[in-house]
C-alpha cells in the first residue's frame, strides 16, 4: 500500500494569515483528493487534481498537485476562523478503486 | 439526489460482545462501498471495500468482517469485539472521481 505524508500535522495561525499543507508521497497516484472534516463528521470533498502540475482554486483555496503526481499542496490565503477543521489528502492507487489517506493536518485559525 | 446512510451514530459496547454496522445509498446504482476507521483526529485507515454484490476486498488483517448483500448495503461485523477495536467508523461510495461519506458512527469497547 502507498503511503501519504502530510505536514505539519498541527497548525495555529491567526485570522488573516497565509498558509500552506503539503502531502508528499514516493508513489505515483492516478488522482489525489483533499478533504475538510468537522469533529464528528465524516470528511467532506474539497477537490481532486488529475493532471500533473494542475492547480485548481477554491475561492481563498489553491490546490496543487505535483508534476510527477506524486506530491500536493492546499495553499489558504487570508486564513479565516471558518477554516478550522482537519483537512486530509487522499491519493487513488493506479489501477485501484480505493484511496489512501494521509495522517491529517489539524487546522486552528485563531480571531 | 446521492444519499449515504450510517447507523448507529454513537454504540457503547462490552468486549466480547457482537457487531454490526449498516451503511445504505441511495440514488445510484452498482456503487463502489468503502469501510474506514478512523483514530481520534488522524487520517483513515481504509478496512474493506467492495465493487460489486458479494465482493470484499480485505485490507488489514483484523477482527472485522464485511458483507454486501444488496448493491446499495454495505455491513460490517465482529463476532468479537476488542478493546481495540474502538474507533470512527465511516463508510463512504463512489463511482469514480471523489467519495462521499456517511456521517460515521463511533464505537467505544468497554
Known amino acids: 500500500t502507498q503511503l501519504l505524508e502530510q505536514s505539519p500535522q498541527f497548525l495555529s495561525i491567526q485570522e488573516g494569515e497565509n498558509l500552506t499543507v503539503y502531502c508528499n508521497s514516493s508513489?505515483?497516484?492516478?488522482?489525489l483528493q483533499w478533504y475538510r472534516q468537522e469533529p464528528g463528521e465524516g470528511p467532506v470533498l474539497l477537490v481532486t487534481?488529475?493532471?500533473?502540475?494542475e492547480v485548481k482554486k477554491l475561492k481563498r483555496l489553491t490546490f496543487q498537485f505535483g508534476d510527477a503526481r506524486k506530491d500536493s499542496s492546499l495553499h489558504i490565503t487570508a486564513a479565516q476562523p471558518g477554516d478550522t477543521g482537519l483537512y486530509l489528502c487522499?491519493?487513488?492507487?493506479?489501477?485501484?478503486?480505493?484511496?489512501?489517506f494521509g495522517q491529517g493536518t489539524r487546522l486552528t485559525i485563531n480571531p | 439526489s446521492q444519499t449515504i446512510h450510517q447507523w448507529p451514530a454513537t454504540l457503547v459496547q462490552p468486549v466480547g460482545s457482537p457487531l454490526s454496522l449498516e451503511c445504505t445509498v441511495e440514488?445510484?446504482?452498482?456503487?463502489?462501498l468503502y469501510w474506514y476507521r478512523q483514530a481520534a483526529g488522524r487520517g483513515l485507515q481504509l478496512l474493506f471495500y467492495s465493487v460489486g454484490i458479494g465482493q470484499i476486498s480485505s485490507e488489514v488483517p483484523q477482527n472485522l468482517s464485511a458483507s454486501r448483500p444488496q448493491d446499495r448495503q454495505f455491513i460490517l461485523s465482529s463476532k468479537k469485539l476488542l478493546l481495540s477495536d474502538s474507533g470512527f467508523y465511516l463508510c463512504?461510495?463512489?463511482?469514480?472521481?471523489?467519495?462521499?461519506f456517511g456521517s460515521g458512527t463511533r464505537l467505544t469497547v468497554v
Open positions: 440514488g445510484t446504482s452498482n456503487p463502489n
Open positions: 487534481v488529475v493532471t500533473g502540475g
Open positions: 463512504a461510495w463512489s463511482q469514480g472521481g471523489g467519495y462521499t
Open positions: 508513489s505515483v497516484f492516478s488522482s
Open positions: 487522499a491519493g487513488e492507487e493506479p489501477g485501484a478503486q480505493k484511496l489512501v
